[in-house]
């Protein structure tokens, strides 16, 4: 037997021996919301390299500590990050110029990886705002249950992946049917982005890797393998997720309709993770957006709030790698946490939100993920976040950097999005 099929054995049986325990784990779990019991943490300094030297400027950052950081990420939370593959193509499968009574051109297009599999792919449903003359900015993401969920349109192709089964949105079988157009479509507000002069972009996580414990089987980590040269148990969902958005990215820099320099990158709760780690090591997208991330994504690990890392990695075990597992309920020997994560996204611009009644996400946690990120983007000259408790709720603070807390539950809401497109226009629009 190779190596790599060790690899892989291991990695399958990390996977059943988190299956068989977190029936255990998710019945025992209680999680704390009482500030007072979080307990007392130190979170690792940020300037300083592991041969304890300190970071002096924003050139020592870029040259030393930031591949520094992406590599320990790389290693004990997310996997590694592929390289395109070499053979990467696009295809306009469909267009429609006088979409939406006329607002917006639509685009669907398939990025192929492999020109000896078609089918490792993943369809982009793209639009484009008509009455702009030039190349516009565009916001992109990844959606939870396909394409066609986001817009009542009918000229939206139904996903042809596996898709969650949902008895609210009439999904049976785990296959995408007439009855679950547009159910998530108040999470995409496209006729309010098109009239603010934005396109926007998305596609399924499912086309790149189905969102349960065997859908690395499957997805982009199998399929892809030998033409990445990366097995399965290198990387994780998180990062096939991640790894999508960048393909996102290739084929929009290279359309004539959109801005390559004004793309900013967006996602809630577990998709607000992956669009977190691909902004990580894509710096081609100019703004970053995370939206109620929460622990892995925004929220710091070491606080006892909320959803914690042996929970997550209980309920969902292929969301990071193996490594990540040997942190649970010991989060303290971590070299990282996510305030690094988010300071990786140093100089650009970085919007955190939270809302007021998503308390497993942890909202103080996210905002001082995003404070504790300051002094990296301190060293390019951009102030960060200041003071030690959460906003007012609706009342956005930071400039390049930014945050807000809204009323309500966990989700992404118009509100949401038009304080992204509100910064969005005070970077782009300047």
């Known amino acids: 037997m190779q190596l790599f099929d060790f690899q892989i054995l291991y990695g399958v049986l990390m996977l059943a021996i988190c299956a068989v325990t977190s029936s255990f784990g998710q019945k025992d779990f209680q999680p704390n919301y009482d ?9 690792p300094e940020l300037l300083v390299m592991r041969d304890g030297s300190t970071v002096k400027n924003a050139k020592e950052w870029n040259a030393k500590r930031r591949p520094e950081i992406l590599d320990l990420f ?19 499968i469909e267009e429609n110029k006088k979409a939406l009574d006329g607002l917006a051109v639509r685009k669907q297009v398939r990025i192929y990886f492999d ?24 916001f992109i993401g990844l959606n939870f249950f396909g394409n066609h969920t986001v817009h009542a349109d009918r000229g939206i192709k139904l996903s042809e992946s596996w898709v969650p089964n949902n008895k609210e949105f009439q999904i049976e079988e785990h296959k995408a049917t007439e009855m679950s157009r547009a159910i998530h479509d108040r999470r995409w507000p496209v006729e309010e982005l098109l009239k603010s002069g934005y396109a926007v972009a998305t596609a399924y996580c499912g086309d790149l890797e189905p969102d349960h414990v ?9 399929s892809l393998k030998e033409k990445l040269n990366v097995q399965p148990n290198e990387w994780s969902a998180m990062s096939a997720w991640a790894w999508g958005l960048s393909r996102m990215v290739d084929y929009l ?12 990158v967006t996602g809630h709760s577990r998709l607000g993770k992956a669009a977190l780690w691909s902004a990580a090591n894509d710096t081609r997208m100019a703004i970053v957006v995370s939206n109620d991330s929460g622990e892995g994504g925004a929220a710091l690990a070491r606080r006892n709030f909320g959803e ?35 300071a990786l996204m140093a100089p650009r611009p970085l919007y955190v939100a939270s809302a ?5 996400a942890d909202p ?43 009323k309500g539950a966990h989700d992404i809401t118009l509100y949401d999005w038009q304080q992204y497109i509100k910064h969005a226009d005070s970077v782009f629009k300047k």
């Open 35 to 43: 500030e007072s019991k979080v307990g007392e943490y130190k979170l």
């Open 74 to 92: 790389s290693k004990h939370v997310y996997g590694v990050m592929p390289s395109p593959t070499p053979d990467i193509s696009f295809k306009v």
């Open 115 to 138: 020109k000896n599999n078609e089918n490792a792919y993943m369809d982009v449903l793209l639009y484009i705002p008509s009455a702009q003359k030039k190349p516009v900015p565009v």
């Open 214 to 222: 065997d859908g690395w089987k499957t997805g982009i980590r199998s």
């Open 253 to 264: 820099v290279q359309d004539k309709q959109i801005n390559s320099k004004q793309i900013v």
């Open 308 to 342: 914690t890392v042996e929970r997550i990695n209980t309920s969902f075990p292929y969301w990071f790698v193996d490594q990540y597992k040997t942190y649970n309920k010991n989060e303290s020997a971590m070299l990282v946490d996510q305030h690094m994560l988010l």
């Open 356 to 360: 007021e009644d998503d308390e497993w």
């Open 364 to 406: 103080f946690g996210e905002f001082l993920g995003l404070k504790n990120a300051g002094p990296a983007y301190a060293l390019f000259g951009i102030e960060g976040i200041k003071g030690d408790t959460l906003p007012p709720v609706e009342v956005p603070v930071g400039d390049v950097v930014r945050y807000h807390i809204r």
